[in-house]
């Protein structure tokens, strides 16, 4: 799994997921919401109906007890056989709230005296209930005012409405039904737009719909009040809210997911170039860079890459140098075996024509000239290989111009048969050094042939010394086609030659003469404007001090 997958994982499981959480929540929570709504409702529209009901029944109880201390219905119930009721008695009963339709007065035995029944009305119904529907039965005990006896008992006949009139109830909920039941039967005293039963239950369904109710029972007059409404109006708003939310967070979910795979592509295309780099690393191309931009941790990681390859580049490219340095130092060995073998036997023979000149014979002067150069070109060849080989040099003190005119004289014929000059800048005063002539010579020699080699008829190659802040300096400059970059990169490569019948180790064996001298050696060529080899040494302590 890659890095960019493992953070998305980790985007969905911290933000995502939790979102989804809450967005389910949300949604099961709506009904649960809507239903306390409804029954908070509800239960302010209960203590309102209460309220309504306690308060009429004190004023109908109140008119009702007016007929209980009617004193001629006392007289009648103290042994008048009248059946009528006592005019009092219908004249107090006319004044009576419309909602009561009858009251009868019995004595202590049951034995009823008479009944008096309000005119039949549009809500007519048989006896004991009003349009059909029951209506509320209450006793009243009747005693006497004077000893407080018992005489006997109204019985009155109410219907429900008088206590809860319909319509003066303020909603507590859309669709609200307000019931009233007899306590002790169950028997339901207001007429409903469903079935009475139902609204004996906390919840129940009715119409496709979900329905609640509440209830609370009076003590006095005995009732049971229930206000019921549908949940379905509560609910549908909270659905809504929950299902916009829902599809508000899946948004905020996708749009949370998208912008997090456009950064984690950005984050991760940097890590994504810096493992493609490291494996080309692995396969061994040092060459590979990445592109950086920004600071953060990965621009710094990418950075410390670029550094890390450069820098492992460089160790290799010193080694390989080191390498090949020891490669040089036993080709020198061998060289320098190859090479002064004949010139022993050159030496040797020269030594044998001397004995035999005559001492007037005009050859020995080219004999003995012979044989010195011979001796030269030994001792040059020894010493410089043996510095290229080994590092190290025979330290003596030395004038510096004199390896450079000593070489200078060895290369003019090679600058002279290709039509060329060499001049020297010729220094005032002494150079000193402390160095090994005849490698010191050989540099030089190396660096005036290569340049021989890049001119053509009628260029010119200047050699100049300069002394300064303890350093000696040997610039050999010609008018050349200089080197191209990719050429002057691999200029101190052992073997690397462009031409032909080079050899391509000139130029290291100068350079590693020029360290085992303490110096360095510089080349600087740019294409149609030549080349300039620089040669910088340390000046003998005297000098150096002076």
């Not at 219907?159 to 039941?181: D, N, Q, R, T």
């Amino acid at each position: 799994m890659s890095f960019r997958s493992r953070i998305l994982i980790l985007v969905l499981a911290v933000g995502l997921v939790p979102l989804g959480v809450l967005g389910l929540w949300l949604t099961r929570t709506a009904s649960r919401s809507g239903e306390r709504l409804l029954r908070s409702r509800l239960d302010e529209g209960l203590a309102a109906a209460v309220e309504q009901a306690t308060s009429r029944w004190l004023r109908i109880r109140s008119e009702i007890l007016f007929l209980v201390d009617d004193p001629a219905s006392q007289r009648s119930l103290r042994g008048s056989t009248e059946a009528t009721p006592p005019a009092s008695f219908r004249e107090i009963f006319d004044q009576l709230d419309p909602e009561i339709t009858s009251a009868s007065v019995a004595d202590n035995a049951g034995q009823e005296l008479w009944t008096v029944v309000r005119n039949p009305g549009p809500q007519a119904g048989p006896a004991g209930t009003l349009g059909g529907v029951p209506g509320l039965s209450l006793d009243f005990a009747i005693y006497e005012r004077v000893s407080g006896a018992r005489l006997g008992h109204l019985s009155v006949l109410m219907s429900a409405a008088a206590l809860l009139p319909p319509g003066e109830l303020a909603p507590a909920a859309a669709g609200m039904v307000v019931g009233a039941f007899e306590p002790a039967t169950g028997i339901s005293l207001l007429p409903v737009p469903l079935d009475p039963e139902l609204l004996h239950e906390d919840a129940f369904t009715w119409g496709g719909d979900r329905w609640l109710a509440v209830s609370s029972e009076l003590e006095e007059p005995p009732l049971q009040v229930v206000i019921a409404a549908p949940l379905t109006p509560f609910v549908v708003p909270f659905e809504h809210g929950a299902r916009r939310s829902t599809w508000l967070l899946v948004g905020v979910a996708a749009a949370g997911l998208l912008l997090a795979a456009l950064v984690t592509g950005r984050m991760t295309r940097s890590l994504e170039s810096l493992s493609r780099a490291a494996d080309s690393v692995s396969r061994g191309d040092l060459t590979r860079r990445i592109d950086v931009r920004g600071g953060d941790e990965v621009s710094r990681l990418a950075r410390a890459f670029n550094t890390m390859t450069d820098s492992l580049r460089s160790t290799l490219a010193k080694l390989s140098q080191r390498e090949a340095a020891a490669a040089v130092g036993e080709f020198a060995a061998s060289l320098a075996h190859e090479v002064r073998n004949p010139l022993t036997a050159i030496r040797i023979d020269l030594q044998s024509v001397e004995e035999r000149l005559p001492p007037d014979s005009p050859l020995r002067e080219p004999q003995a000239r012979a044989l010195r150069e011979v001796t030269r070109l030994d001792n040059t060849v020894a010493n410089t290989l043996a510095v290229a080989r080994s590092g190290r040099i025979q330290a003596k003190p030395l004038d510096l111009r004199d390896p450079v005119d000593a070489a200078a004289d060895a290369a003019r014929p090679s600058f002279e048969s290709r039509g060329a000059r060499l001049r020297i800048q010729s220094f005032p005063s002494p150079i000193p050094v402390t160095g090994d002539v005849a490698a010191l010579e050989q540099l030089f020699l190396n660096l005036m042939q290569n340049a021989a080699e890049a001119l053509s008829s009628e260029d010119e190659a200047v050699v100049e010394l300069t002394m300064e802040d303890g350093t000696a300096s040997v610039a050999i400059r010609d008018s050349g086609p200089g080197m191209p970059a990719e050429v002057q990169e691999r200029a101190f490569e052992p073997f690397f030659s462009t031409r032909s019948e080079g050899t391509g180790l000139g130029l290291p064996i100068a350079r590693r003469i020029a360290s085992a001298h303490n110096g360095e050696l510089t080349l600087e060529s740019m294409p149609d404007y030549g080349t300039t080899a620089v040669v910088t040494l340390p000046l003998s302590g005297e000098a150096a001090a002076l």
